[in-house]
């Protein structure tokens, strides 16, 4: 059991509780992304449901195992919001390239149905958003079952549809925030009984929930079902209120050093990580595969910002002001580097900068990008600042100023993560935020 988590201490603990009988019903895994908590958190629902092999090995042959290896057992339920692009393309290009090994499809097809099992009726029951979703969820499973008796061309087609649809389920379909509804919904469902011999619900990136869902999940935790088991994830246990850590076990998830991380990608996804061009970090690894590389967000933040403060200062001047130095300083140090990655110019009217910035992020159809852009923009925001000649950090204007950047960001990136803005709206917004709120901090 837990040979697919590698390189944590945390696995051999979650061993070694369950050998001698003292598994907490619910649990907190937490610790940085991609250090295997996630995986850890469904091998517990396959070694708890297990039928067949004492030591409840990865290749055991019991139906249950079978059907949780897939992540298709009906005592599984799975929410919560995070990235899921990255892992698929990756888990597909080892499915085309390993084409005799079953493992390259098991691979493929978890990747895939970790985003589609967000998507069980029993969460989305009288949801009218799942209506529209339908379509898309009904192709990825006719692919996903089409999968194991297609040729190699077959494979090829069928793969490249299969990436397409999740992509886009993942952009209309998953938000960044964890619904109330979803936790009541998960909570009835927590008190059925179970088809095998313990359900497990499994909440990733818990911080990111609802004041409502929190409550709900309280109560649920305050009495849990008898033959439930529940786990939280979560890259920041800090965030997770005092009242729910209080009632959950926590198992600590290590950063991996480089040669766990170049290990893990040479053993899951077949590849040397320094061949393929990549570092050893799981996390560039995976970003690779994405339709946008992530390192062509600064640039593009850089340009935004530089952007932004030249309307500021343009703004100030209209009405007789003079430009404070962090705009100034700001527009010296952004410009630039969008110049060296030949984005020209910042453009001078907001249709501009949107449709410059939509045009090389592919409309930001990978919802998670836009956060990644913004948080790039804050980057260039703060280099800006500490580079600056004569700045004061931490003074009065220099905090009010962070903050007008930060309270915009925040703003945009809930308008897109959570009530599903599109992205030109919401950088249309902010861009007018910035401009104006930039312009009366003098």
Not at 25 to 41: D, Q
Not at 395 to 408: G, L, T
């Amino acid at each position: 059991m837990f040979e697919n988590v590698l390189g944590q201490s945390a696995a051999d603990q979650l061993r070694k509780d369950l050998g001698v009988g003292i598994l907490a019903p619910s649990m907190l895994f937490f610790g940085p992304p991609v250090s295997g908590k996630g995986t850890a958190a469904l091998e517990l629902g396959r070694v708890l449901s297990c039928e067949g092999d004492a030591h409840a090995s990865w290749t055991c042959t019991c139906s249950a195992c079978a059907r949780h290896r897939l992540l298709a057992h009906p005592d599984l339920l799975l929410l919560g919001p995070r990235s899921f692009s990255g892992e698929i393309a990756a888990a597909r290009a080892v499915f085309l390239r390993e084409k005799e090994a079953p493992s390259a499809q098991i691979l493929f097809i978890r990747a895939v149905r970790k985003l589609l099992v967000r998507f069980s009726p029993v969460l989305w029951e009288d949801d009218p958003k799942l209506g529209k979703l339908n379509p898309l969820l009904q192709s990825l499973e006719e692919d996903l079952d089409a999968l194991p008796g297609a040729d190699e061309a077959g494979r090829e087609k069928l793969s490249a549809s299969i990436v397409k649809d999740a992509l886009k389920l993942e952009a209309e379909g998953i938000s960044d925030m964890i619904p109330v509804a979803q936790i009541r919904r998960a909570a009835y469902w927590g008190h059925l009984a179970p088809s095998g011999s313990r359900k497990l619900l499994v909440i990733e990136n818990a911080d990111r929930m609802q004041d409502g869902a929190r409550n709900s999940l309280l109560k649920i935790l305050e009495e849990p079902p008898d033959r439930l088991t529940i786990v939280l994830t979560s890259s920041r246990r800090e965030a997770i209120l005092p009242t729910l850590l209080s009632r959950l076990r926590p198992y600590r998830f290590m950063k991996r050093d480089e040669k766990t991380e170049a290990e893990v990608i040479r053993k899951v996804y077949k590849e040397n990580s320094s061949d393929a061009g990549q570092g050893p970090s799981l996390a560039s690894y995976l970003d690779s595969f994405l339709p946008v590389p992530p390192e062509s967000l600064y640039p593009l933040g850089a340009l935004f910002a530089a952007s932004a403060a030249t309307g500021a200062i343009e703004t100030l001047r209209r009405r007789g002001g003079a430009p404070p130095p962090e705009l100034s300083s700001l527009t010296q140090y952004a410009a630039p580097i969008a110049e060296a990655a030949a984005l020209g110019r910042p453009p001078e009217r907001n249709q501009e900068l949107t449709a410059a910035i939509l045009a090389k992020t592919e409309n930001f159809e990978l919802r998670s990008l836009f956060s990644r852009f913004l948080g790039a923009v804050l980057r260039v925001v703060s280099e800006a600042a500490a580079a600056q000649v004569g700045a004061v950090d931490g003074s009065p204007r220099q905090i009010a100023y962070n903050e007008v950047w930060k309270k915009c960001a925040g703003e945009a990136d809930a308008a897109v993560g959570t009530w599903n803005q599109s992205p030109a709206l919401a950088l249309e917004r902010l861009i007018t935020g910035l401009k104006t709120g930039l312009a009366e901090l003098t």
